[in-house]
């Protein structure tokens, strides 16, 4: 994989794979998780869902692979979708185990 496929796939499809590693370090290193409530559970995945493809563009304009700082269509919308998407697709999937 490419670097930019690597950041392609950051930005978009993979958010959910990376965050979900990311969340499984922080299970696994930092016995407090356990003890927050579901509410800051989902806000701190909420916040992973929008930083990983943020930091994945961010990355990719700053090489020149793709877009353009000002390029709001291009750019940043699909940071915000990606987001969206990947924090809803996660809440559906689990929503039996919130309530």
Do not use: Q
């Not at 930019?4 to 299970?27: K, M, Q, R």
């Not at 579901?38 to 692979?65: D, H, I, N, Q, S």
């Amino acid at each position: 994989m490419s670097w930019s496929e690597f950041l392609t796939y950051a930005a978009g499809p993979g958010v959910n794979v990376i965050v979900g590693a990311l969340l499984s370090v922080v299970v696994e290193y930092w016995p407090a998780y356990d003890a927050l409530e579901p509410k800051w559970k989902r806000l701190g995945m909420a916040g992973l869902c929008l930083l990983v493809p943020f930091l994945a563009t961010v990355a990719a304009v700053a090489t020149g692979e793709f877009g353009a700082w000002g390029d709001w269509a291009t750019t940043w919308w699909p940071v915000l979708l990606s987001a969206f998407a990947a924090f809803t697709g996660a809440t559906v999937a689990h929503i039996r185990k919130l309530a």
